[in-house]
């Protein structure tokens, strides 16, 4: 099939459709003036390259020759990658959840030539079911009502438009702080919907959502309430037992289809890795579960060895979908390169510990998914942690020693024949925004875990964005792959980036990730900052903001730009001093207090940073080589409130007291007063106290 324009791109998910025999054009000027030139509507879909659904519209619609032919001759027919534009993103998926009810990917918007929506969804099969319309009968329908009743259409449009401008525009509130009500109101809301008996917060399917973590585990140093840290262990150790936790490889899946985190959405997304590893070491240094550090620990392995460039970035995510037969590499099916039959795994285990592997992960020689209803599973086993080592050991009568040895050493075997089937594709882009958290996942790990392989893997990484992915006038970009790095950074590029050189400074002490923080956070008020509302807009791209300019204010599966934006600049005046930092947080709150009051449960990473703000902050200086077992005794508990800094000229710059902190000794402040300096681990370990 020859190439459509797509082919010149660097997206994995628009390569994807470069052969297609749908004319697609990239999102840009040229489809925009070919649509107003002959005054055709835009067919816009919208997705990601790991997006299961998107694949299979692709195969029923995008491939077909008679639908590709209709969608060329009635339409101009754009792509875009979200992840490299999720601000456009974000205005579509507005208009779309707005007038269905729903969302999700594959987006398909109609769009007048000014790029007005008017009519928007998301898959469409490929024929009339179920009582719904297939993709060919939209597309008719839509391209009837375009020369019928243009006018109407375009009127129609616009006053959508104006009252999605409208909706989006938030005004600043009165109040600049956020008290404790908000705070129990959110807590509330939590504990009526967390699932006890399987952990999770609502029903199937289940998405891990590690902005309610980071709050509800702030809520329970502030307040003490044990039910939020109860809540947050039970999640993160069901999620751990799950099929959704790659039993053999490390690194978690999507989402859980059902309510046991046992079926998982098999794709696997940096975002997630980056998130829930924080996650798993927040909650072990609190509860010391060996279970949450060995989660970790397999997360971070899963990153470096299958996510991380050679260059040191990391890579954005691997698909859902994979290889069933290397015979028929062009079949792919969910979660097949994770999923194994009983025989398989008799045959390289041998029958006694083979026994013992599928007891311990629950197999079952028929297949253990019950509730299949594509039958993409029959006769095949997604591995869990269906029983301890110890009821293992029960179960055969044997020693939990001897049976712990034969399970790693099966796991081994099995792992080492994974390799060997054919992986599912990886979308190795590097994106700014989410190796931000990785980089911060990593920073902590080695400090936390005692790693400094982990935490080399975050100087790697946050090395490659400051040296290839930052412009000569010192603004990030987006996106890097296959040599070339593109498109201007957004918001939660600078904010994620920024937190993640934060955590780099409080792991090393070297200055140097201050100077960038700082530096990019003036970038970023700039480029982003609303100067006479207070927050700041989502984007600054020219063509995001003639549609409408978003603030971001959801926590979903990432937290919102502005959400993390609050953290830093809280974290910056506690480091710095600088009033206009205090000044710009106070008058981010503002404009988001109302929708606090409201709907609390729906900014859980913007409650995370007023309860940095609520409570009572620690200092923690160091001063000249202080030893490593200071170090690790900093990092043991959790004390999310502390700020860990290096005496030195460049923090003297802008805390002049510290000029005369001098060492080896550790400084503990509070409320502007220091303790006693300090250079014994007894003597810390009371002071912390």
């Not at 391209?143 to 449009?157: F, G, H, M, T, Y």
């Not at 399987?198 to 399917?205: L, Y």
């Not at 003639?546 to 005046?573: C, I, Q, T, V, W």
Request: glycine share 6%.
């Amino acid at each position: 099939m020859p190439a459509n324009r797509l082919v010149h791109e660097k997206s994995p998910y628009l390569l994807q459709h470069a052969h297609n025999p749908v004319d697609w054009y990239p999102w840009g000027d040229e489809a925009f003036e070919k649509a107003r030139t002959e005054n055709k509507p835009i067919f816009l879909s919208i997705g990601y390259s790991t997006c299961h659904w998107c694949h299979v519209m692709e195969r029923e619609s995008f491939e077909n020759e008679g639908i590709a032919a209709y969608m060329n001759q009635e339409f101009v027919n754009i792509k875009i990658d979200r992840e490299e534009r999720p601000d456009i993103d974000r205005i579509y998926m507005s208009y779309v959840q707005s007038t269905t009810g729903s969302g999700g990917w594959p987006m398909s918007v109609w769009l007048t030539p000014d790029l007005m929506p008017f009519v928007g969804g998301t898959y469409f099969p490929p024929d009339n079911r179920y009582g719904r319309a297939g993709f060919p009968l939209i597309l008719q329908r839509v391209a009837e009502a375009w020369q019928k009743d243009r006018d109407r259409i375009l009127e129609s449009a616009g006053n959508v438009m104006e009252q999605m401008r409208s909706q989006a525009e938030r005004s600043s509130g009165e109040t600049t702080d956020v008290g404790e009500a908000v705070m129990d109101s959110a807590f509330q809301y939590y504990r009526r919907i967390f699932d006890s008996r399987r952990g999770g917060f609502g029903g199937a399917p289940k998405f891990p959502r590690p902005s309610v973590h980071n709050f509800l585990l702030r809520y329970w140093k502030r307040s003490g309430n044990e039910d939020a840290l109860d809540m947050v262990g039970s999640t993160l150790i069901a999620m751990a037992k799950g099929g959704m936790n790659d039993q053999l490889g490390g690194g978690f899946h999507r989402y859980s289809v059902d309510d046991y985190w046992f079926v998982p959405h098999f794709e696997k997304m940096l975002y997630d890795q980056a998130q829930l590893v924080t996650s798993y070491l927040e909650a072990f240094q609190i509860t010391k579960n060996d279970a949450l550090e060995m989660a970790a620990r397999r997360t971070l392995d899963y990153v470096m060895r299958d996510m991380t460039a050679p260059e040191g970035a990391f890579w954005s995510a691997e698909d859902a979908d994979s290889v069933l037969d290397p015979a028929h590499p062009h079949e792919k099916g969910e979660g097949a390169f994770y999923i194994w039959t009983w025989q398989e795994v008799m045959d390289l285990l041998g029958p006694d510990h083979g026994a013992w592997f599928a007891w311990r992960t629950g197999m079952e020689r028929e297949g253990n998914v019950k509730n299949d209803p594509h039958q993409e599973f029959n006769g095949r086993n997604i591995l869990f942690e269906a029983h301890t080592l110890a009821e293992t050991a029960e179960q055969f009568s044997r020693p939990v020693e001897e049976v712990a040895r034969a399970l790693a050493t099966a796991e081994a075997t099995l792992f080492a024949a994974r390799t060997k089937r054919i992986r599912p594709h990886l979308d190795d882009k590097i994106l700014t925004a989410w190796n931000g958290l990785m980089i911060s996942a990593f920073a902590k790990a080695g400090r936390i875990l005692s790693t400094p392989a982990y935490l080399d893997a975050a100087i790697r990484a946050a090395d490659f964005i400051l040296s290839r992915m930052v412009r000569p006038d010192g603004a990030l970009l987006r996106r890097y792959r296959a040599g070339d790095a593109a498109i201007d950074g957004m918001l939660d590029d600078y904010t994620f980036f920024v937190q993640a050189l934060l955590d780099l400074l409080e792991a090393t002490g070297s200055p140097h990730w201050l100077d960038h923080a700082i530096r990019l956070t003036e970038k970023q008020r700039a480029l982003f900052e609303d100067t006479a509302e207070g927050a700041f807009f989502a984007s600054a791209q020219e063509d995001a903001s003639k549609l409408m300019r978003l603030k971001d204010d959801y926590d979903g599966a990432e937290p919102s730009g502005n959400s993390a934006a609050l953290m830093n600049l809280l974290r910056l005046h506690q480091i710095t001093g600088r009033a206009d930092y205090d000044d710009t947080a106070r008058r981010l709150i503002a404009v988001f207090s109302e929708r606090l009051a409201q709907t609390p449960w729906a900014m859980p990473q913007m409650l995370a940073a007023c309860e940095f703000h609520l409570a009572p902050h620690r200092e923690i200086v160091l001063s000249g080589e202080v030893g490593d077992d200071i170090l690790r005794l900093l990092w043991q508990d959790f004390d999310p409130n502390r700020t860990l800094l290096e005496a030195g000229p460049a923090l003297a710059a802008f805390r002049p007291e510290t000029a005369q902190m001098t060492g080896p000794a550790v400084y503990v402040c509070q409320n502007f007063t220091c303790q006693t300096p300090v250079n014994t681990v007894e003597d810390l370990a009371k002071l912390l106290k």
